[in-house]
């Protein structure tokens, strides 16, 4: 039970628990007060009418003891009819002598309106409704009688339903002052909830908001303000972030397209020799290995050549280095140019040494590839500085080839083609060995 009632709690509105709340609060301080005062009324009525009844008793009471006393029983006819026409209160009076037998009944047919003495009525109090009273002799204080006078509550059920009525009004007027305030109460809540609304549409994406600045001075009119100011700072630094972001996006785009570029650089500067632009021996072992592996699980020839520039140290001893390095880089040119195929491969060996790996190409397809290159020296001719024509290099080449077996490596063919070179060497020079 406790928790179906937590649940609908959580279900109602603030301004439904607000309307009710008041409605209820108000009804039960209203209900409170006029119960109080209702009931002060009735009380202050009802004693005011018992003293008036109980004086009146108290009046004739000793009057009718001394006539009764002094046999003076017309005085007391003639004194209680007068007292019945001068009280149109009194409905009706009765005397008896002490025995109980009747020596007076008057009845007020205009006062009694068919009023009935009913005891076992709740409204039936003595003083008000009826009273009873013993004549006592002022000489003796024997009993001689007995007076019995019942009094109209004409009034005070007059004033019990005026009371009532009053009560009425009072509730409906309530009401009505209540439904006013729930309008306006309801009025006020619409307006929050319009904030709220415009609050939860605010997109921050878009930069987004339905609000705009309220002219109310209450505390709606603050809050939305307030959150007008909010979602314009919010704008500005979205757009100032936005603008960060964009900036700082090109940056990155920068710098990772220098990252890239220098990777590249790196890349070609690990793999390249700086003064010739061929590939240098690192990768030259890298790309000799896959080479020797493919021709190994293809059965074709792969054939190497070392090539050494003759009396290149003379060069560099006569000439100078600056000269020396001119003269590696026509070389250079003249190896790649004297290569035909996709498949052939040139890089420097070291120094003045370079090495050829030509794939499925056997010892005269390579030779055909060294005497290209010694036609192409043939053409260069350098010049130094001074003006001094350098006559053109040559080169001694060693070629090995061989298909790869699966027990040989391909430091085999390096060793031969490095034996082969030796032996152009020693055998003159400007020579193509085969091994």
């Known amino acids: 039970m406790i928790s179906q009632s937590k649940e609908l709690s959580h279900k109602l509105s603030i301004e439904i628990k607000v309307v009710v709340g008041i409605i209820l609060f108000t009804l039960l301080i209203v209900f409170v007060e006029r119960y109080q005062l209702s009931k002060n009324v009735i ?48 409905i009706r009076i009765q005397l008896e002598d002490s025995e109980g037998r009747i020596i007076y009944q008057n009845v007020n047919d205009t006062a009694n309106n068919g009023h009935t003495r009913n005891v076992e009525d709740e409204n039936t109090k003595e003083g008000i409704d009826f009273y009873d009273k013993v004549i006592i002799d002022s000489l003796s204080n024997a009993p001689v009688g007995y007076v019995h006078i019942d009094f109209s509550d004409k009034d005070f059920k007059a004033l019990q339903s005026a009371n009532r009525l009053l009560t009425l009004r009072l509730f409906a007027i309530t009401f009505v002052l209540l439904i006013v305030f729930v309008i306006l109460v309801r009025r006020e809540f619409r307006h929050l909830k319009d904030l709220a609304q415009g609050v939860l549409s605010y997109d921050p994406k878009l930069n987004f908001c339905s609000l705009t600045a309220s002219e109310r001075h209450d505390e709606v009119g603050v809050i939305q303000n307030a959150v007008v100011s909010m979602v314009n700072k919010i704008n500005a630094y979205n757009h100032i972030l936005s603008e960060a972001n964009l900036s700082l996006e090109e940056k990155i785009q920068e710098r990772t397209q220098e990252l890239l570029e220098a990777n590249e650089r790196l890349k070609s500067l690990s793999v390249t020799d700086e003064l010739t632009q061929l590939s240098n021996r690192r990768y030259f072992s890298e790309y000799f290995e896959k080479t020797w592996e493919l021709a190994k699980r293809k059965g074709v020839n792969v054939s190497l050549v070392l090539c050494d520039i003759d009396f290149f140290k003379m060069v560099n001893d006569t000439h100078g280095h600056q000269i020396g390095d001119e003269v590696l880089k026509s070389v250079a040119t003249a190896l790649k140019e004297s290569l ?96």
């Open 43 to 90: 009380n202050q009525f009802f004693e005011a009418k018992k003293s008036k009844n109980l004086l009146l008793v108290n009046t004739i009471a000793p009057v009718l003891g001394l006539n009764i006393s002094l046999g003076l029983d017309g005085s007391n006819r003639d004194y209680l009819d007068y007292i019945v026409k001068e009280n149109p209160f009194v």
């Open 340 to 435: 035909k195929r996709n498949t052939d491969f040139v890089a420097r060996y070291g120094g003045e040494e370079f090495v050829i790996v030509m794939y499925d190409a056997n010892f005269e397809e390579a030779s055909l590839v060294c005497q290209r290159i010694q036609e192409n020296l043939k053409k260069d001719q350098l010049v130094t500085p001074e003006g001094t024509k350098i006559e053109p290099v040559t080169m001694s080449f060693g070629i090995s080839s061989l298909i790869p077996k699966n027990d040989e490596n391909c430091e085999s063919i390096i060793k031969n083609a490095d034996d082969a070179l030796y032996e152009a060497k020693r055998s003159g020079r400007n020579r193509i060995v085969r091994f």
